[in-house]
């Protein structure tokens, strides 16, 4: 059985909170003790209906505000597929936990509530998720119930929507109209809408196909962990642990490592339960080589005639996640895989309006939630490919050295 991670995107109050409690509460994916404590929690609040976002609004703060602030993770299954869930929230102040949520996902549902249509928080959402690379998009326009189910407003908003999309790099997008508080076009099709024709929300979630967005071309394995026992049962045993970024990795395989250039062949693949055939993203396992190699953590494993760039000079977009302003010449620790390093701040070429995704190339400094290229200069070369190409080795973070905090997210787009 496949998986699917998700998640939700979208401004406050758009119900995403909602749809994740009437996903698991249709589909019987919760316990009858969580939909007790769900019941009395609704209660105590005044509510006169079983408040479903209740289920992953799990902070006492969320509760008390009725906003989602920290991304709650959900998982759940049906016969079909396993499912993980990223609740992302709404506010703007916490764009960086939708970056979060979205990094991993294979999919993105971007909530509109019919009522407002498209907002500023929506296209942001929208933005991030193209620039994240998350392969499949929906648009829910969710709270059809307060507008009558009008096929007339789910239209409009489709048709806005999709222009903005035509501006992205959107492959794959599909539109349902639902209500998460009535269970409209959620597991099932709403009879209330009888003019759409498409399937409902889990059904698009069971069947859309994910196994071909992964890499499976370029072997790319970023060194984790070396494991050496040094016991009476395994003497001289080396192994590098980590998990496949992308690729496939067997016995037998040619390999090179990086940065020292080193080739070697793969003599076996192992997982806590044992040794596998092969291994392929994104399993965590344990490769052994047939030769002593020298080795460390930040390390990559690839093929000889396939290897990452190693590169300290790196063009980005970067999503600043910080109150403090991003400008030209800042000092910062990069996290890029399992190599860490510092990077300074050479440039800031342009910030872009998420509105209208106009290049502003006269910025002097990114702010909060603001979304721009920048070129680094890191302190060690950093093993990577294009965003586009492999989002684990395109991707990194960015770290304030002095509050430890993580304050920006970078996807490269060029190296050298």
Known sequence: MDM?????????????????????FDSKSIFEDQLSAVEAASTAKGDDYVNLALLTDGLRAEREQGITID??????ATPRRKFIIADTPGHIQYTRNMVT??????????????RKGLVEQSRRHAFLASLLRVPHLVLAV??????????????????????FADKLNVTDLTTIPLSALKGDNIVT?????????????????????????RNLIDVRFPVQYVIRPQSSQYPDYRGYAGTVASGTIKAGDQIMVLPSGFTSTVASVETADGPVAEAFPPMAVTVRLNDEIDISRGDMICR???????????????CWMSEDALRPGRKLGIKHTTRSA????????????VNTLHRDLGATELNLNDIGRIRLRTTQPLLCDEYSRNRETGGFILIDENTNRTVGAGMITSAD
């Open 189 to 213: 099709r709403s009879a209330n809408m009888p003019w759409y024709e498409g399937p409902s929300l889990l059904h698009h979630l069971e069947h859309v196909h994910v196994s071909s967005d």
């Open 142 to 163: 969710n709270k059809m119930d307060l507008v009558d189910y009008s096929q007339k407003v789910f239209e409009e908003i489709h048709d806005e929507f999709a222009r």
């Open 4 to 24: 699917l991670r998700f998640a939700t995107a979208g401004s406050v109050d758009d119900g995403k909170s909602t749809l994740i409690g009437r996903l698991l």
């Open 71 to 76: 991304v709650a993770y959900r998982y759940f």
């Open 342 to 353: 510092r990077a300074m701040v050479k440039d800031l070429e342009y910030r872009l309006d």
């Open 101 to 114: 949520g979205a990094s991993t996902a294979d999919l993105a549902i971007i909530l509109v509530d019919a």
């Open 304 to 318: 000889p005639q396939n290897a990452p760039k190693a590169a300290q000079n790196i063009d980005a977009m970067i």
